[in-house]
């Protein structure tokens, strides 16, 4: 009797196992990974290079904690002189050579005016701790505990971060509209509706029956960015920076995705040439790597001794590798870069939307861009714009979008109300051809997308 081999089993290739147990062992708050199921093993500059040996151009990068890409040659000899140096790599927020020259090069890509009456926080090393340590900082200066925040607003994910954000429920903080373009509240759009908007703060602000009371400080992002890349007015920001000086309230401008030259200026608040009393900022500073500080006007700095503190305040290898981003980002004038070739970009999409109705609207500033994608089906309009009726936003067709723009090599991320945004936050360092390349591999996607027999029936937001 002949012995009968058995049949090779085929294994599944070992990225796919490693998918396999992440979801089985990570918990079911994880975000990207489960619209992006990929797994990287290399990178540089804007490409990613999965296990299963597909390349992707990365419009992601870290949600835009890469300002020059991953592995950039002047972050990785950074990183490596403090390794071969010997020095110590933790702490805890005693003065170093290496922390005296973060300080020291941030402080010098700051505006002149705030850079030279501020302090600086070092805090826990992610963004949303900065945001808590600022509302600390500002309740304990004024002695007032209430705050200002926008619609649409996102500022981290623990708890007085997350309810400043624009989804909270049952806080402490008085929620302001924020002027939208596209999507104005007040069904003006443009410099009417940022100037009803700005008004109605005022109201709100002096009406001894709002049930409002006296703030500590007002909080807002210069360019929202999970809230669907919505840009602020110039002009609104100063009346925002007035309204706030002239009542002693404390203005707070989250830059920690708008800062290092994202928007095309070194910070965001630079367009609008405003001095706020707080910035925070995290991602690009750290060159890649976990950093989040706080720096404010000094008037503020009343708090005592461990007011805010944390053991991963004094990351040495992080500071040097976010003093040479900052660095290289000034030397390299990649915030002006950022807003030539943001511009480019924008201009490229918005020309899209003459052969695709499902484009609502294009914005941005520099290099973050957003898309928004509506269902331009007849049928009611579920809001106003500045030109007339807005269709409702289609977060399906944007899912179908990010999908398509994966199998093509691209990877980008939603956001907006309903996750209806198609967002691009590529590295400062991007070339012409790739910016050419991100575009065409997008307008690729979503044509495939408006034919895509699953669109309707694909899930909703992703975050």
């Known amino acids: 009797m002949a012995v009968t081999e058995p049949a090779p089993v085929e294994l599944p290739p070992a990225h796919e196992g490693i998918l396999r147990r992440q979801a089985l062992r990570e918990s079911a708050a994880r975000t990207y990974a489960r619209s992006l199921p990929i797994v990287p093993v290399r990178a540089r ?43 110590p790599l933790h702490v805890l927020d005693l003065a170093t050579p290496v922390k005296d020259a973060f300080t020291t090069e941030l402080f010098s890509t700051l505006p002149r005016e705030f850079a030279d009456n501020a302090r600086i926080q070092f805090c826990g090393p992610a963004g949303t701790d900065a945001v808590e340590a600022a509302f600390k900082l500002v309740r304990a200066a004024t002695g007032r505990s209430e705050l200002l925040a926008f619609t649409g607003a996102y500022h981290g994910m623990t708890a007085g971060a997350l309810a400043a954000s624009g989804g909270a429920t049952d ?89 290092v ?27 890649s790597l976990p950093l989040a500080v706080i720096v404010y006007r000094s008037e503020l700095d009343l708090w005592q001794p461990g007011a805010h503190a944390g053991t991963f305040r004094g990351n040495q290898l992080a500071m040097a590798a976010g003093a040479a981003t900052l660095a290289y980002v000034r030397e390299n004038r990649l915030a002006e870069r950022a807003g030539t070739l943001g511009a480019r970009m924008l201009a490229a999409l918005q020309a899209l939307s003459a052969d695709h109705p499902s484009i609502g609207d294009v914005r941005g500033r520099g290099l973050m861009i957003g898309i928004e994608l509506v269902d331009p089906e007849p ?45 691009l ?34 899930a909703g937001p992703t975050r």
């Not at 007002?218 to 929202?224: K, S, Y």
């Not at 070339?431 to 390349?437: G, I, N």
């Not at 307008?443 to 029936?457: K, Q, W």
């Open 45 to 87: 500059g804007m490409t990613i290079e999965g296990a299963d040996g597909r390349r992707y151009l990365d419009c992601l990068s870290g949600a835009g904690t890469l300002a020059l890409g991953h592995n950039h040659p002047v972050v990785l000899e950074a990183v490596r002189k403090v390794i071969d140096s010997g020095a």
């Open 171 to 259: 806080v402490r903080v008085t929620r302001l509209p924020f002027p939208h373009r596209y999507r104005c509240p007040f069904g003006a759009g443009g410099e009417r509706g940022a100037d009803i908007a700005a008004r109605w703060t005022e109201y709100l602000l002096d009406d001894p029956k709002s049930g409002v009371p006296e703030p500590a400080a007002m909080i807002l992002e210069p360019v929202q960015g999970e809230g669907g890349v919505n840009p602020a007015p110039d002009g609104w920001m100063r009346r925002m920076r007035e309204i706030t000086r002239e009542r002693s309230i404390a203005l707070i401008a989250d830059e920690v995705q708008t800062g």
């Open 261 to 287: 030259g994202r928007t095309g200026t070194f910070w965001a608040v630079e367009h609008s040439g405003i001095v706020p009393d707080v910035m925070v900022l995290s991602k690009a500073i750290g060159g």
């Open 379 to 423: 049928g009611p309009p579920t809001v106003t714009a500045e030109n007339g009726s807005a269709p409702p936003p289609d977060p399906a067709l944007a899912t179908a979008v990010q999908q398509e723009c994966l199998r093509r090599g691209l990877i980008v991320e939603l956001g907006g109300r309903h996750g209806a945004v198609v967002r």
């Open 425 to 458: 936050l590529p590295p400062l360092t991007l070339t012409d051809e790739q910016a050419t390349a991100v575009v065409d591999r997008l307008a690729d996607a979503l044509r495939a997308a408006e034919r895509s027999p699953y669109r309707r029936a694909a």
